[in-house]
């Protein structure tokens, strides 16, 4: 695999579930979330860039933060948006405007540090082959659809997946998708915005262990999986 990714790192979020503190800054096994998260796409041959979008009072932080840590392959900080993919878009278009050449790009949050370099190269493969994919893994539990506190509905387990994130995409593409939905409802992922405009997205593996921090209970799982890999 010799083409190489941009990717767009998502960490402008409210952490509203954290009790006030800021999952991306808090501690994970001796390092904060947010560096874990970057230091798998710093080290991987397959990104060749790395933006970060923030909150706008913590760009001073990431500054710092990228300095002391000496990541090469940052190369820009961005201030977030009112939503993620008003986020996102902000990282899309500093892509757009310092890097149009661009072939691919990966969006992932800043607040899965437990994705691995296997993910990255699944990931990357499957958009050479559709142009859009997303990392995903099969529902475990039986869901139900539920309306006013009553099950409506039980769908088939079989056909249901976890979608995470990181998602590639040819730049071009997810750049054009972001744009044309800016007066549509939100979407809570990327994929949706090419669902909407009838293009295919394909699933590549991801990891249940890829798990998104967003509350303590998170935090405490995510350490422990730090500190079991470590001890192996």
């Not at 800043?110 to 691995?116: F, H, M, N, S």
């Not at 699944?122 to 475990?140: D, M, N």
């Not at 769908?155 to 730049?171: D, G, M």
Request: with cysteine.
């Amino acid at each position: 695999m010799e083409e190489q990714a941009a990717v767009v790192i998502v960490a402008a979020g409210s952490s509203r579930r954290m009790g006030g503190r800021d999952k991306l800054w808090t501690p994970l096994a001796g390092r904060i979330t947010l560096a874990r998260t970057v230091d798998i796409f710093a080290a991987s041959p397959l990104v060749a860039r790395i933006v970060l979008v923030l909150n706008s009072e913590r760009l001073e932080d990431a500054r710092e933060l990228c300095k002391r840590e000496g990541w090469s392959k940052i190369s820009g900080l961005v201030a977030g948006g009112a939503r993620r993919q008003d986020s996102v878009r902000a990282g899309l278009d500093y892509l757009a405007e310092n890097a149009p050449e661009t072939p691919w790009v990966m969006i992932h949050d800043g607040a899965r540090p437990l994705v691995t370099s296997a993910i990255l190269e699944a990931g990357l493969r499957a958009a050479e082959e559709h142009l859009a994919a997303v990392a995903a893994v099969p529902v475990k539990d039986t869901i139900k659809q539920v309306h006013n506190g009553m099950i409506q509905a039980t769908p088939e387990r079989s056909q249901l997946w976890a979608v995470q994130t990181p998602q590639v995409f040819a730049f071009p593409l997810i750049h054009q998708a972001h744009h044309d939905a800016l007066a549509e409802n939100e979407a809570t992922d990327d994929a949706a915005l090419l669902e909407r405009l009838g293009h295919p997205v394909a699933i590549f593996p991801g990891a249940y262990t890829n798990l998104k921090i967003t509350t303590q209970e998170d935090l405490w799982l995510a350490e422990a999986l730090l500190q079991g890999s470590n001890s192996l």
